[in-house]
Structure formats: structure tokens, C-alpha cells
């Protein structure tokens, strides 16, 4: 099939070329002239597993093409999917301006039936709201109207496309539903699931609010095994061995992050007020999450004995999550910037992110930016883990007691095995350790 997707950011350009790579023709349109020419050359612009070889092969398979030109790209496109940003506008709400502008534009240039299908992330009732826009700017046009939103991660984008847990459709019509059903005619039927629009388009806010509450719990049951002594990875594991629990996103951590949850749980929350409904689980989530990162910094400065005036931290990881570059929402980029304006020099690693942080954190003379993970690490006081990296794992210990005296390492995601450090020499802090009791360091707590 034809299909013309608008928008090449994560979710445009990921659907893209996944739509390439399962055999469509597709036509990206983006309306920045530098992004087109790179991904035109078979370059991605973000850091994504995988990306960039899959594009090189639908370019060369002549699968795929990037224009600025809206109007070419739909002129003999069987469906157009939307796939613009939709920012957190002043209120909480998501900024449709995008979106909109994308279905004017659309309407301008159709001169025969067209499909379009919103993927981005949008408050229910947009696709009425498109219906009635396409209506009024070209009223000689059938449009059919689509919700499709996307549930892949970054960092695992291209994996989770190609195989997907399910594909949520809403459609309204039997020839919407005949299209979009060819378009995913790849994957096996049972994974599609078609519903009408407007819950297609909450079943993505639900989706992120549930697995961000999710998040939410286990770090707020991993304060509780802090002072109670309990052991937070063997309960988690317990707990996600229940089916109708599950395991995954039961990793406690410094909060969620990232360009999807903390905006769109605020703007669930604004559909919510707009419908007149208390959601007063997902407001506390939203408080529960606001000020984890603080907590975080507190268990820094307790591991440091708060003498903390100019010692030195290597900061580990900066993205919001591994395999990423993204510092959107980075709890990692909080706690830096809350640590240097606390006077502690910031030695900070990350294998994707520097770029993006050198510019977010220009404003710090006390952060320094290291490519080199041992560099990082050489001479400072603390080590802290903040971004789950896999290569943090393999740190070679020895090699560490050479750079440095430091002998404590702050695992803010868990990944160290607590014996393995321990076995090596190293004090080992991490989220649900038990916190010390000690009078001292209660009172200390109490300034900071
Ligand atoms: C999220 C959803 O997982 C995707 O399904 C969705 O398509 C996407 O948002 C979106 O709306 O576009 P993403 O933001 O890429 O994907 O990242 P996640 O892997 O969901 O992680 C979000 C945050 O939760 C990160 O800060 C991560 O570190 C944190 N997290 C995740 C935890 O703290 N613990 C966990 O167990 C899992």
C-alpha cells in the first residue's frame, strides 16, 4: 500500500520505516529541510537500536523517500498517518496546534477520498475535532477518520513495532477497517484489536497512566523496604510472578521520565477535568513522582556524610532511560543540576547523551562532561548510578580502585548484584537498601 506518514520524529519515523521494511511505499514528510536531507542520506538524526539499518535497507529497496513537500507526498497516498508532536501546552493539555495544522494542510491539498490516521498521542475526541476541520476546509472530499496510536519505547522502538503485544485500530467504517487491516496484514490477526476512535485514542492514555502508576508503587513500596529492612528486588520478583500483576515495570528507580508519561499523565488528568472526572489515583502518582528525584539527591548527599561543599560525584548515565539519547525529563539531569547547586562538582558519563546534556546543563560550571566512563570516575568521592545502562555492569572494579579512593557506589537503578559489589570491596547503596538508623545522620537529613 501507499501510505504517507507526517512527522519524522521517534513515532513518525520509526512507523515509517517500519512501514517500509514490512513492504509498504511510503512517502515521510517532514517540514524541516535539514532533517529530510539527512534521512534522505540513510542518516538518523536520534540514537535508536537498529534505526538506521533498517533505513539504509528500505532506501535501498527504494521502499521509503523524505520530501517537504505535503502536497506530492499525499497525492496518491491510500493513507496518511499523522505523527506530529503533540507538547505539553501551558495548562497540562496537550497542544493539538500541530496536529491540527497537519489535517488543514491535508485538507487542502485531497482531491479524492483520503484516510488519515492520528498515531500521535491525543486527548479523546480529536479525531471528531479533525473530522469536522477536514469538513469545513474541503466539503467536496470524503475523509475517513482513524485513531492508531503507537506503544513502542524508545530505545527498543524498532523491536517493539515489528512485534508488537497488540495494534490498537479505531475506526468508524468498514472502509477504514478494510485499509487499515491490509496496511498491518503483516502481523497476526489476533494481535489487532479494532474498537471505535475515541477509545482507541484513551486506550493510550491509559496504557502510559497505568504503567507509570505502576512505576510510581514500586518505588514508593522500595522507601518502605528502606526502613523496613525488607528486600525490595526479592519482592518485586514475588510480586511480578503473579500473572495478573506481571513482571515488568517493577524495576524501582529515581522516577519516570521521558517525553511520554510525566506529560501524558498531566494530560489525562485534563481530559478528566474537562469531562468533569476526579482521577485522584493518577493526581497522586503525579505527586508521588514529582519529587523522587530530591529523595534521590538526599540519599547522595547521606552517602557522601553531607559533607558535600566541592567533593566530586561521577554521575553515571544521564538519558532518561538506557539506550537512548533523550534527557527529556532525565531524572538524571534533576539530580545533576540540584547536585551542583549544592557545590558538588558533577563528573557526569553517559554512551548517548552527553550532547544533548552539555546543552540542557550549560549554565553548570561544575558539571563536566566525560565520553569515557573510567575518566569519569577517576579521583571523585561517590560513584552514582543513574541511567540502567548495560555496559555499566560489566565496570571493571580493579581497574576502579586504581582511579580512585572512592569505595561507594549509589545504584539508583539496581543493576548491580548488592554480594558482586560487595564481594569487590565496595560499600553498596541502592534503591530499598536499608537506610542507617543513626541519630547523627537522622539529624543531618532534617537540613537538607
Ligand atoms: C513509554 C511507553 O512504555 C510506550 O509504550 C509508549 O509508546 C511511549 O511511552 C509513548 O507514549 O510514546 P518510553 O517513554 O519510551 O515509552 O519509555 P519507558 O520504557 O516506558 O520508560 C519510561 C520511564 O519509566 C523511564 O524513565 C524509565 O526509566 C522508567 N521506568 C520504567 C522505571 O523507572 N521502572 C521500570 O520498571 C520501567
Redesign the pocket.
Known amino acids: 500500500m501507499k501510505i504517507t506518514v507526517i512527522g519524522t520524529g521517534?513515532?513518525g519515523l520509526v512507523s515509517g520505516v517500519c512501514f517500509a521494511n514490512i513492504g509498504h511505499k511510503v512517502v515521510c514528510v517532514d517540514k524541516s529541510f535539514e532533517k529530510i536531507s539527512i534521512l534522505s542520506k540513510g542518516e538518523v538524526p536520534i540514537y535508536e537500536p537498529d534505526l538506521k539499518e533498517v533505513l539504509q535497507k528500505v532506501l535501498r529497496d527504494d521502499k521509503i523517500s523524505f520530501t517537504n513537500n505535503l502536497k506530492d507526498a499525499i497525492a496518491e497516498s491510500d493513507a496518511i498517518f499523522i505523527a506530529v508532536g503533540t507538547p505539553q501546552g501551558e495548562d497540562g493539555s496537550a497542544d493539538l496546534s500541530y496536529v491540527l495544522s497537519a489535517a488543514k494542510e491535508i485538507a487542502e491539498f485531497s482531491n479524492c477520498q483520503k484516510l488519515i490516521i492520528t498515531k500521535s498521542?491525543v486527548p479523546a475526541g480529536t479525531g471528531s475535532k479533525i473530522k469536522e476541520l477536514l469538513k469545513k476546509i474541503n466539503p467536496n472530499v470524503n475523509f475517513l477518520i482513524a485513531s492508531n496510536p503507537?506503544?513502542?519505547?524508545?530505545?527498543c522502538a524498532v523491536n517493539?513495532f515489528m512485534n508488537p503485544d497488540r495494534i490498537v485500530i479505531g475506526c468508524e467504517d468498514e472502509e477504514s477497517k478494510k485499509i487499515l487491516g491490509k496496511i498491518y496484514e503483516y502481523f497476526d490477526l489476533e494481535r489487532i484489536f479494532y474498537t471505535d476512535i475515541i477509545t482507541a485514542e484513551l486506550i493510550?492514555y491509559a496504557?502510559?497512566s497505568f504503567?507509570?502508576t505502576?512505576?510510581a508503587f514500586?518505588?514508593e513500596i522500595a522507601d518502605l523496604c528502606e526502613s523496613t529492612g525488607a528486600n525490595i528486588k526479592h519482592l518485586s520478583k514475588a510480586l511480578g510472578k503473579d500473572s495478573r500483576i506481571g513482571e515488568?515495570?517493577?524495576?524501582?528507580?529515581?522516577?519516570?521520565?521521558?517525553?511520554?508519561?510525566p506529560k501524558?499523565i498531566l494530560s489525562i488528568l485534563n481530559i478528566a477535568k474537562e469531562n468533569k472526572v476526579e482521577l485522584s489515583l493518577i493526581s497522586s502518582v503525579i505527586n508521588s513522582n514529582q519529587n523522587r528525584y530530591q529523595k534521590m539527591v538526599g540519599k547522595i548527599l547521606r552517602a557522601l556524610d553531607f559533607k558535600h561543599n566541592n567533593k566530586t560525584i561521577g554521575l553515571l548515565g544521564l538519558s532518561?532511560?538506557a539506550n537512548?539519547d533523550d534527557i527529556r525529563y532525565?531524572?538524571a539531569i534533576k539530580i545533576a543540576k540540584e547536585l551542583a547547586t549544592k557545590n558538588v562538582v558533577v563528573k557526569a558519563h553517559d554512551f548517548e547523551a552527553i550532547e544533548n546534556s552539555k546543552y540542557e546543563l550549560k549554565d553548570f560550571d561544575n558539571i563536566k562532561f566525560y565520553h569515557d566512563v573510567y575518566q569519569a570516575i577517576e579521583n571523585v568521592d561517590l560513584i552514582v548510578i543513574a541511567t540502567?545502562w548495560n555496559k555499566y555492569i560489566e565496570i571493571d572494579f580493579s581497574r576502579i580502585k586504581q582511579l580512585t579512593k572512592c569505595r561507594k557506589i549509589v545504584d539508583l537503578r539496581n543493576i548491580f548484584d548488592e554480594k558482586y559489589v560487595k564481594d569487590n570491596g565496595f560499600e553498596y547503596v541502592f534503591i530499598g537498601s536499608k537506610e542507617s538508623k543513626d541519630s547523627n545522620i537522622q539529624s543531618n537529613l532534617q537540613k537538607v
Open positions: 521517534y513515532v498521542t503507537e506503544f513502542l519505547r524508545e530505545g517493539d493510550k496504557s502510559n504503567l507509570a505502576k512505576i514500586i518505588n515488568k515495570f517493577l524495576n524501582p528507580g529515581p522516577g519516570f521520565g521521558g517525553s511520554c508519561f501524558d532518561f532511560k537512548t532525565s531524572p540502567e
